[in-house]
């Protein structure tokens, strides 16, 4: 079941015009979206990141249809544990590059099963040869042109590791093909700037905020590779995944600084709970 443009739908077929430039070129945004207990975690996060997206690229999106669909989904599939996808296209257009004036877009809302066991799990990296361009706006936006990402992780998984470590055109670490890059060195939590080509992930936003409540200082700071390497502890955060720590680099295991990777993944588990009224992770599932 989903939404598209307002209306409920069964299954997972609907009329789409083959003009749509999300089809053609790309054009639109998309957005990942935690639910538990059937509340959506940081669903406002989510969608300021989304319509800063759509007006920088001159996409017209209203906020409230998203509000309105993702309250239609979840009411209607009496959701629990689940995960959201909310995604605009630019909607039909004539052949060639310009964007329309008169563009009508697309607006959907999916959903897809999310279990616990998916969360704060270990990972592994590998470094690929895919370079970020941080001079693009896009490596700011979640946009419908992921094959970047798409890319890096087959180069990744073909190299045994479970994501790859996208580094930009200076050679400095700009994230995962799915999630943002903190490092623990003492009791500071670095994640690079989004000047880096880094996209400002709602997770990476939080802990920046309040990792103060987990002991650590966190703030923005460029990172080589080989601060990686020689940090107490490598942490990949998504808004699924949640706080995912790096056991390994390239082949290389990792320092891993058990006190801090437990106090920020007790955080997000608070911060869930209190927004969800509910911690997923309290019966069943280990989350340290």
Known sequence: MFVLNGEIHEGTAAALDLRDRGLTLGDGLFETILVVSGRPFMLDA???????????????VEREAFVRAVAMLLAETAAGDCALRLAVTRGPGARGLRIPADAAPNLLVTMAPWQPSMAFTDITLATVAIR?????????????????????LEEAVARSADDALLLNTEGRVAGTSM??????????????????????????????????K????AREAPLAPEDLLEADAVLATNSLRLVMAVAALDGRTLPRAEKAVAALRGLVRNAISAACGLDPFAVGFAAG
């Open 46 to 60: 989510h969608l300021d990141r989304l319509c800063s997206a759509a007006a920088e690229l001159r996409l017209p």
């Open 132 to 152: 970020r361009n941080e001079t693009s706006p896009l490596s700011r936006m979640k946009t419908l042109s992921y094959l970047d990402n798409v890319m890096a």
């Open 179 to 212: 999630a943002n890059l903190f490092i623990v060195r003492g009791t500071a939590l670095l994640t690079p700037p989004v000047c880096d080509g880094v996209l400002p992930g709602t997770l990476r936003t939080l802990l920046l905020a309040q990792a103060a």
């Open 214 to 217: 987990a002991g650590l200082a």
